[in-house]
C-alpha cells in the first residue's frame, strides 16, 4: 500500500535564506516574523513527479541562454516544446525530463541520460544520440530521420510512431529487440513482427524505413 510522506524541513532564516537547504527540496515556505523558523512542507509520494531543483532551474536558464549545458544537470527539467535546434547536451544528465515535442534537430546528445525522459513528438532529425541512454524514454511519434544512434541504449524505449528512416547506427544499437513497438495481431505485408529477430535485425529493418511491430 502507498503512503504518503511528509518531510518538514525547518531551517533558520538567518542562516539560509530562500535559496539554502530546504529549498533544495522543493518546498512550500511559510516565512515568519522576526528570526522565526522557515518550515517547508513537500508531499513525497511514489506518484508525484519529480520536482526540479534549484540547480537544475539555473541549468535551464543557462541552456536556454546559451544553447549549451555540457554534463550539467537537467533531471526531470521542464522542456516541453523547446526551441534546442544543435543543442550541445553532451553527457549531461536529463532522466525523466519532459521534452515533449521539443525541437532537437541536430543535437549533440552524445552520452546523455535520457533515461525515461518523454520525447514525444519530438523533433531529433540528425541528432547525435551516439552511447546515448535512451532506456524507457517515450518516443512515440519522434522524428528521428538520419539520426546517428549507434551504441544507443534502447531496452524498453517506446518506438511506436516513431520515423527512424535512414538512422545511422542502428545495427550497432543496444536493446531494440526489448524496445516497444506497436501491437499488431495480424501483420500486414509491409509490416515485420519483432519477435525472434535481434536488435541488429530490427535496426536494419527501421532504417530501412520499415514498419516493425510485436504482438505479444
Same mark, same amino acid.
Given at each position: 500500500m502507498k503512503t504518503s510522506k511528509i518531510l518538514i524541513v525547518g531551517?533558520?532564516?538567518?542562516?539560509?535564506?530562500?535559496?539554502?537547504?530546504?529549498?533544495? =527540496?522543493?518546498?512550500?515556505?511559510?516565512?515568519?516574523?522576526?528570526?522565526a523558523a522557515l518550515v517547508g512542507i513537500a508531499r513525497c509520494d511514489e506518484a508525484s513527479k519529480p520536482v526540479a531543483s534549484e540547480l537544475v532551474k539555473e541549468n535551464v536558464a543557462t541552456?536556454?541562454?546559451t544553447n549549451a549545458c555540457r554534463e550539467c544537470d537537467l533531471a526531470g527539467a521542464n522542456l516541453r516544446v523547446a526551441d534546442l535546434g544543435w543543442?550541445?547536451?553532451v553527457g549531461a544528465?536529463?532522466?525523466?525530463?519532459?521534452?515533449?515535442? *521539443?525541437?532537437?534537430?541536430? *543535437?549533440n546528445l552524445y552520452s546523455a541520460n535520457l533515461r525515461g525522459a518523454?520525447?514525444?513528438?519530438?523533433?531529433?532529425?540528425?541528432?547525435?544520440?551516439?552511447?546515448?541512454?535512451?532506456?524507457?524514454?517515450?518516443?512515440t511519434?519522434?522524428?528521428?530521420?538520419?539520426?546517428?544512434?549507434?551504441?544507443?541504449?534502447l531496452t524498453g524505449a517506446k518506438l511506436e510512431g516513431a520515423n527512424l528512416t535512414e538512422a545511422k547506427g542502428l545495427d550497432r544499437?543496444?536493446?531494440?529487440?526489448k524496445a516497444q513497438f506497436k501491437?499488431?495481431?495480424?501483420?500486414? =505485408?509491409?509490416?515485420?513482427?519483432?519477435?525472434?529477430?535481434?536488435?541488429?535485425?530490427?535496426?536494419?529493418?527501421?532504417? *530501412?524505413?520499415?514498419?516493425?511491430c510485436q504482438n505479444d
Amino acid at each position: 500500500m502507498k503512503t504518503s510522506k511528509i518531510l518538514i524541513v525547518g531551517a533558520l532564516l538567518g542562516s539560509t535564506g530562500a535559496h539554502g537547504m530546504a529549498g533544495r =527540496f522543493g518546498r512550500l515556505v511559510a516565512p515568519l516574523a522576526g528570526s522565526a523558523a522557515l518550515v517547508g512542507i513537500a508531499r513525497c509520494d511514489e506518484a508525484s513527479k519529480p520536482v526540479a531543483s534549484e540547480l537544475v532551474k539555473e541549468n535551464v536558464a543557462t541552456l536556454l541562454a546559451t544553447n549549451a549545458c555540457r554534463e550539467c544537470d537537467l533531471a526531470g527539467a521542464n522542456l516541453r516544446v523547446a526551441d534546442l535546434g544543435w543543442v550541445d547536451l553532451v553527457g549531461a544528465d536529463l532522466r525523466v525530463a519532459d521534452l515533449y515535442s *521539443a525541437n532537437l534537430r541536430g *543535437a549533440n546528445l552524445y552520452s546523455a541520460n535520457l533515461r525515461g525522459a518523454n520525447l514525444t513528438g519530438a523533433k531529433l532529425e540528425g541528432a547525435y544520440l551516439i552511447e546515448t541512454d535512451l532506456r524507457w524514454a517515450k518516443l512515440t511519434g519522434a522524428d528521428l530521420r538520419g539520426a546517428n544512434l549507434t551504441g544507443a541504449k534502447l531496452t524498453g524505449a517506446k518506438l511506436e510512431g516513431a520515423n527512424l528512416t535512414e538512422a545511422k547506427g542502428l545495427d550497432r544499437a543496444k536493446g531494440l529487440d526489448k524496445a516497444q513497438f506497436k501491437r499488431c495481431s495480424r501483420l500486414r =505485408f509491409w509490416e515485420y513482427d519483432k519477435a525472434g529477430r535481434s536488435s541488429a535485425e530490427i535496426g536494419l529493418l527501421l532504417a *530501412a524505413g520499415k514498419t516493425v511491430c510485436q504482438n505479444d
